[in-house]
């Protein structure tokens, strides 16, 4: 494989033969010739045998034809050089008269380098054109197909309608990605009454092109983005055009980026970030200069927009970050560098790339919470004060009895983030569960169920009776709670919780509020004393079971579907505090207590911003997979495993199947391989001091530091969800993908370099770099040609069916397309 290295490292151990006095000693190692120039120089050069003179001469020679190896770790540059093998004799020894006499004939030497640049200029715009071009077009084609609902659509789609009503909802990820397809919706005319209930559900009259239109536009400048970042990692052009051809051809970032989805979007910023940082870098040599601050500045901004859209966004953010400290260490490294020009580098980076990031991040959620000012679906997941401050909500400028009085109805509400409220319903504990009694739960929704009547324990009077004075709950009391749509009370036993070991059930029992022992709770206020009243959404409270002195909680945990996927209520018999045995109550309604107004309660900005982020938290951790869904595992996706249906089940259906172009990422895979292998081998012949060719050392300077930039990226953005506990899916992977079709385009070009440099022939050393960068390119097109229905659509048979024009295409068993 790597045919250049392993002679490379065999020649560079042998000892220098000895040299005569007056004698020209043989330079055995391959000349790299300049058209236009004397080789002697170069090869004295190499040689180690220049005088100050003839090494500053060699030297103008070597930076005319720009081909010194950047200290850096930069690509070559400039035109390729003809390597041959020959002697070096002396100076003296090889007339320069033909050298001399051609450049004396050339008409301006100056004139043609400018117009040579100036062309070369043009070329990789008019490349670049061609490649944004080719990207959109792969991406808005057929983009109107399907006009119906498919997959993720129903919750993205919804949540860009709620922004244009301006309804409260709650999603787990930050709303960045949302608010921008809610905004371009809105701008293309979409007016937000779409229910986008289901999969598969029609469009019909309503404007949805908007919002596909959008995600299309971001997922088509991943290409860009890509070519110019391997461009300038790289500086190969064969590098940047493989690595576009890659990602191009990919019909699973083909199909991400049709539809109304966060991905393209996470992605756009993730790659925005990538390219910046790489651009930042390479005004290294220029600090603080325009160009500089812009790259520097474009970073930030990108990195709050990553975060801004998923939680995902912190691995780029990770990878910024590592890159920042690097730079940081060897400019404090650098002794030519005052303290002061460091600290005014350490300034710049946290101002642009922590400063800058958080205020926009903030400043999203600010828009978010101002926009977003309508009682909604996602009340329930937030506190009761969080909910004061929605217009439509029972507590916005609602009023309400201050102290809890018997005979109140009432809800009751965790003071866990995303736990919900005390609940019950007439369906049973099934046989087996504990006592086969009525079920209790919590849950996250305003609802009748969650309704309760406080009552005292040792009677069943009616305390609304206006003949009995109005008598407070206070501080120790032993109460009793009778559901209000059901008549049982709230009641625990010694029976096994139904998730929670040893944890005791909680349910609903007796008739018309008669019951036992078991229903008798004694209410405490955290961290005051007996006798005092209780307020309403401001006391803490927890109720104690007076039998078996456990105190009724949540765990948490989401119920099977025999308890409608609500959360567990159990009575734990550890006494210690946690958030998810405390309580307070929201709804109070007494008709016999004067009320006062709730204003007073609604939070500051950093209070809810800090409280969605919490309930964002948990509501991801407990993402967990329902029965039978379809979930994948991180052990799969580079090896494209399974794919996942976007659209359609049946022959008869417009068919959707999200998996990548397997020619692409098996080629991915193989190249991660051997870029470990061969990165280790330069990496080893370097640290023993091999004294390596100018043009090797510096393609193993793009290898090792261009490579190992998108191959830090690719690790960052795939390992973290070995360690995930929440439900994953396929398209998880897509934003590591990315970074290892980037390394693909630099190895493969930087390997073909190696390979064709090892040729004596100049002629099929191109030959070589040549037929092997169109070969990928061509394999990958027409990869493509063969499963664009997979992204664009198939009708018919299923390819299952021998008669399937998919049927040959189906290379793995676990392709269900």
Known sequence: MLCATGRLLAATTLPAPPRGRGSAPRCRRRELHFPGHSEQPFCDFLAGRLTRPSVLRARRVIL?????????????????????????GPQTARPASRDVAAEAAAPSPKRSAVSSQRLEAAGRWALLALVTLLSFATRFHRLEEPRHICWDETHFGKMGSYYINRTFFFDVHPPLGKMLIGLAGYLSGYDGTFLFQKPGDKYEHHSYMGMRGFCAFLGSWLIPFAYLTVLDLSKSLPAALLTAALLTFDTGCLTLSQYILLDPILMFFIMAAMLSMVKYNSCADRPFSAPWWFWLTLTGISLAGALGVKFVGLFIILQVGLN???????????????????GKHLTARILCLIVLPLALYMATFAIHFMVLNKSGPGDGFFSSAFQSRLSGNNLHNASVPEHLAYGSVITVKNFRMAIGYLHSHRHLYPEGIGARQQQVTTYLHKDYNNLWIIKKHNTNSDPLDPSFPVEFVRHGDIIRLEHKETSRNLHSHYHEAPLTR????????????????????????????????????????????????????????????????QLEVTCTPYLKETLNSIWNVEDHINPKLPNISLDVLQPSFPEILLESHMVMIRGNNGLKPKDNEFTSKPWHWPINYQGLRFSGINDTDFRVYLLGNPVVWWLNLLSIAL???????????????????????????????GGGQVLLGWMLHYFPFFLMGRILYFHHYFPAMLFSSMLTGILWDTLL????????SS??????????????????????????????????PLAQDPQSPMAGLRWLESWDF
């Open 324 to 342: 920042t400290i690097s730079d940081l260490w060897h400019l404090l490294g650098d002794l030519s560098l005052s303290l002061v020009t460091v």
């Open 502 to 565: 040893k944890h005791y059930q909680v349910t609903g029992y007796g008739i018309n509020g008669t019951g036992d022992s078991n229903d008798f709770w004694r209410i405490e206020v955290v961290n005051r004393k007996f006798g005092n009243r209780i307020k309403v959404l401001r006391s803490r409270i927890r109720f104690i079971h007076l039998v078996t002195g456990c105190v009724l909680g949540s765990s948490g945990k989401v119920l099977p579907r025999w308890g409608w996927e």
């Open 753 to 760: 370099r190696l390979c064709a440099w090892s040729v004596a």
């Open 675 to 705: 870029y470990l292998l061969s990165g280790s081998v330069l990496a080893i012949a370097m640290q023993r001091g091999a004294q390596l060719p100018a043009e090797v050392e510096g393609l193993s300077q793009v290898l090792l530091r």
């Open 64 to 88: 005319r034809r720009g081909r010194m190896p950047p200290a850096t770790g930069g690509g070559l540059t400039g035109s390729e050089l003809r390597a041959r093998r020959g002697r070096c």
């Open 763 to 796: 002629r099929l050393a191109r030959s070589i770099h040549v037929v092997g960068v169109l070969s990928l390119l061509l394999g990958t097109a027409y990869s493509f040609y063969l499963f664009h229905p997979l992204a664009y659509g198939m009708v018919g």
